[in-house]
């Protein structure tokens, strides 16, 4: 598959963009701590960036979807990269005012260019089979997951030879020099005209074709049950992430074992890398929203079983299982959420399950904050579950319902055919 033309080049971009993003929290955090004397100060602009960041990202991408990366993705990267540069000269110098600070982090996040879901929308349209979408949507998240990893490995390098300011910096020209690179690879060449409308009978919605309205209130509010299942699932196992860390951290505590906490986090990324590679290379007969309902259910029961750990080893072994389900439960709301979009939409699409996933996390690593010391671990490894249980508890009995045969579902599969000269061969 990276053999395809323009493969390499493009994938190899969007990976450099992103490992930007692998390296930007950890500096931020730490730049302005040096620069506050404060860690107040630092959670609350980390906090403005990541949810200006987070929840601005379906809009972001949909000036993509609408102009195309050229157009949209190049402008969004040199006023993300100016915008952290800035924050990089602030952060130099001692005595900053925290104000100042969250004032620069607001734009900064509202900026971030959605390379994961242009990368994931130019892999749909490079793949047309699905089983090697499958294999090149398990790469991404698999890839993704190993710069988040390495991204603070990085950071943590560079400051022993330079101030946190320049991780800073460092992340600005990485995300930079990927996003340009992205842009102008001839795999976005058939961007052009992915605006326009398709041809054809009333939407669902009983809309006529070109009248606009929120892609994600179609989804949600007028029966796609694929698409709502995968931003659910993407939520709930956000949760589930965002819980297991606090957690990780509080078994350490309750065990003085803090060392544990890297090698339980590793297991888990392990994990997940072997389980999406996995994944990506078996042909899979069962549908994708049968696939994630069992991988939603295997991973939520996996964590619940964490919380009867008595040993850190045993908890080491069960992370390492369960990370085997979530890059491939991540893949798989991707794969629905690219089935369910229309052309005009993919990176949208893309979008709101990144959404979900880094929304849900949020809010759980907020809400599980309260609960340890007031319950047992092994409660709050349970509620973290329980999420994920639930979502895949209700996808399965949707599945199940058989379909009325007097009315026959309406097909919302895009049309594959290009609406551009088709390339000769794949790139990601």
Not at 280 to 305: D, I, K, N
Not at 332 to 346: F, K, S
Request: with cysteine; proline share 7%; glycine share 10%.
């Amino acid at each position: 598959m990276l053999r395809t033309r323009y493969a390499c080049r493009t994938f190899g971009a969007s990976l450099l963009g992103r490992l930007s993003y692998g390296m930007v929290s950890f500096s931020l955090v730490l730049a302005i701590k040096e620069a506050t004397d404060s860690y107040a100060v630092a959670g609350t602009v980390m906090a403005l960036f990541a949810l200006t960041s987070v929840f601005l990202s379906p809009v972001r991408a949909g000036l993509v979807d609408r102009y195309g990366p050229r157009r949209a993705l190049c402008p969004m990267a040199a006023a993300y990269a100016l915008l952290l540069t800035g924050l990089a000269f602030a952060t130099a110098w001692p005595g900053t005012s925290g104000i100042l600070l969250g004032i620069l982090a607001v734009p900064t996040g509202a900026c971030t260019p959605p390379l994961g879901p242009v990368m994931r929308t130019v892999w749909s349209d490079l793949v047309p089979d699905r089983r090697l979408l499958q294999r090149a949507y398990s790469l991404d998240a698999v890839a993704e997951e190993l710069l988040f990893v390495t991204g603070p490995l990085l950071v943590g390098l560079l400051v022993h030879v330079a101030a946190p300011s320049v991780g800073l910096a460092v992340s600005a020209a990485l995300v930079l020099i990927g996003s340009l690179a992205l842009s102008s690879s001839p795999a976005v060449r058939g961007w052009a005209g992915r605006e326009k409308p398709p041809v054809g009978p009333a939407s669902p919605e009983g809309l006529v074709p070109g009248a606009r309205s929120s892609l994600l209130r179609r989804w949600l509010l007028h029966g796609d049950p694929g698409m709502r299942q995968a931003i659910t699932v993407s939520a709930a196992v956000g949760m589930c992430l965002g819980a297991f860390d606090l957690l990780v951290i509080a078994f350490a505590d309750e065990h003085k074992t803090p060392s544990m906490v890297a090698w339980v986090l590793a297991a888990l990324s392990g994990g997940s890398a072997i389980g999406g590679l996995v994944y990506g290379a078996v042909p899979w007969r069962a549908s994708t929203r049968l696939r994630l309902a069992l991988l939603a259910a295997a991973m939520g029961l996996t964590m619940a079983a964490m919380g009867f750990s008595r040993d850190p080893y045993v908890l080491i072994a069960w992370a390492a299982i369960g990370g085997l389900f979530v890059a491939p439960a991540l893949t798989t709301a991707y794969l629905i959420a690219d089935e369910c979009a229309d052309p005009a939409g993919r990176t949208r699409a893309s979008a709101w399950v990144n959404t979900s996933f880094n929304a849900g996390s949020a809010g759980a690593t907020a809400a599980i904050g309260h609960l340890v010391g007031r319950l047992p671990l092994s409660v709050c490894f349970a509620l973290a579950a329980v999420p994920l249980v639930l979502s895949a508890a209700t996808a399965l009995r949707r599945s199940r319902r058989p379909t009325p045969k007097t009315a026959a579902p309406i097909e919302l599969k895009e049309d594959r055919t290009p609406t551009a000269e088709p390339q000769p061969s794949f790139d990601g």
